[in-house]
Each structure stands twice: as C-alpha cells, then as structure tokens.
C-alpha cells in the first residue's frame, strides 16, 4: 500500500515549540513590595515570579520567597542556563526540565515567560507524543514484516515456517483478541491484515521476544525491552484516555525525548529499513 509519508525531522523535531506551550511571566519592579507579588502569585497559582531592574527582567523570586520586604530584597539573579529561546524544540524543553523543575524563556532578546512539566500537559504536547507513539508502532509493523517476510520480500534468510510465525511471540488469549477484531474489520471492509489488528503492545512485544529486532530497535535486553514497551503503553493509553501524564509517565517522556535524536541509525546485516527510509517509502 503507497502512503503519504511525511517529514520526520519536521513533525517531531521542530513541530512544536516552547512558544506553543509556555506561560507568561508575571514580573515586578524591584521596589514592589513582595507581599503583593506573593498574593498575586496565591490568586494565580503561579509559583515564580520576574523581577524587573530599568524595565528588563533580570532576576526572580519564587512565592515561597516572596516573604517580606521588596521584591529585590527576596530576588535571585536568573542563571543563563536557565533560560530557553522560545523557539526550542520538544527535545531540548524535555531534556530541560528533566534537570530543573522550571525554566525562563527568552523572546526578542529579554524573559518573558516560563515553561514547567506541567505545560507538558498542554495538548500541543500531547498531540506530539501520541504522534510519535503512532510512528514507532508504525515502524514496529515495518520490522516485523520485514523480519518475517510478509512484506517486501523475506530478509531474515530463511522460509517462515507458519503463515504468522510471529505469533508464537504471543499469547492465545492476545491472539484470539486479534482475530475477532480482524472479523470485524472485515465485515466493515477495512484493512483487516492481522498484523494490524494487533495493539500496541502486542507488536512491541514481539519485537522485544525477536533478538535481531531487539537489537535493530537498539535494547539491550529483554528485561529492558519488555520494561520500556510498558511505560510505552501506559503512556500511550493515559494520552489516549485524557489522563494525567507528567506524574505518572515521566519516565516515558524523558525516554522518547532521549531516542528522538537517535532513531535513525538501525540499519544491520539483516537489511532492516532505518527510521526515515522505513517511514518515508521510495523515492519518488
């Protein structure tokens, strides 16, 4: 089947930006008393707070700070490294507050806003993850046929023994749920391969059973494998669901945002497609 495929680089790499989901930074001049940035903070829920020095912000106080006397009083310099361009990447926000709880953003040239994990629950972000979920399963059903020679011709090296060898990487009761979804999709005429009937986590898992598509994903165990497709699909079902992700799923987060970079490189003596050559087809 021929598919639209899309621009990797542009969809998850710079699709969305910390402009997108960051929030504004309430700020106050340095003589302003810090009781009344602290109630403002309490009416707003904010947690941190600019302070400004001939216009510009150039320090900040958190609310807890913000205890007595001005607001300079109760002010800290804002460190260069905390402070983000507004037109960061996903990878570099991630990678960010994985460090630090919050962090200052820079447009044209001075602070104006700030970025905590909480944005990360912005549906902007949001949408990005599951985005990227979908496309690592779909590169999981590319392996797979790959490696099983549904697909593109056998590259394993060898003749599949059963019409689904990799079958035997799942559970009766995985595979009996497979099989009434793929009646169902055949009596709604749609694709109804049973490959594609599988969840997510049931291609996931026989790419984690398969030692070379293991390897080609980049696991280095099994144990690793099996433990990561479980945040994988937790995260997944918490998005799909409108869950809470940030306290539940940061660990996910922090692991898609660290591969992200890194995808490409998966091509092996088996002939396995990388990222970008799997998803983007041939050239037309």
């Excluded at 922090?254 to 998803?279: H, Y």
Aim: charged residues 25%; proline residues 5%; aromatic residues 6%.
């Amino acid at each position: 089947m021929n598919k639209s495929y899309y621009d990797i680089q542009k969809a998850f790499m710079r699709g969305v930006l910390l402009r997108d989901i960051a929030e504004p930074l309430p700020s106050f001049d340095a003589q302003t008393p810090a009781i009344v940035a602290r109630a403002l903070l309490d009416a707003t829920g904010g947690t941190v707070a600019g302070v400004r020095t001939d216009g510009f912000v150039s320090a900040h106080a958190t609310r807890e700070a913000l205890v007595g006397g001005s607001c300079g009083d109760c002010a800290e310099p804002i460190d260069a490294g905390r402070i983000l361009p507004d037109t960061a990447v996903m990878a570099t926000i991630i990678h960010a507050l994985n460090r630090e709880p919050y962090f200052f953003v820079r447009m044209l040239g001075t602070v104006v806003g700030l970025v905590t994990r909480a944005d990360l629950e912005d549906p902007p972000v949001r949408m990005w993850l599951f985005g990227l979920l979908s496309t690592i399963e779909a590169r999981f059903v590319v392996l797979i046929q790959r490696r099983y020679g549904e697909a593109d011709g056998d590259l394993s090296g060898h003749t599949p023994a059963a019409e689904n060898p990799w079958a035997a990487a799942l559970s009766p009761a995985r595979m009996e749920k497979a099989r009434a979804l793929q009646q169902e999709r055949q009596r709604r005429q749609l694709n109804d391969e049973l490959l594609h009937c599988l969840q997510f986590a049931d291609k996931a898992q026989i790419v984690a059973r398969d030692e070379r598509l293991r390897a080609a994903i980049g696991f280095v165990s099994r144990k690793r494998a099996d433990q990561t497709i479980k945040e994988m699909e937790r995260l997944r079902n918490n998005l799909a669901h409108g869950q809470e992700i940030v306290a539940s799923d940061w660990d996910a987060i922090v692991t898609l945002a660290e591969n992200l970079a890194r995808v490409a490189p998966i091509a092996n003596e088996m002939g396995l497609p990388t990222w970008e050559s799997a998803l983007q087809g041939p050239a037309r």
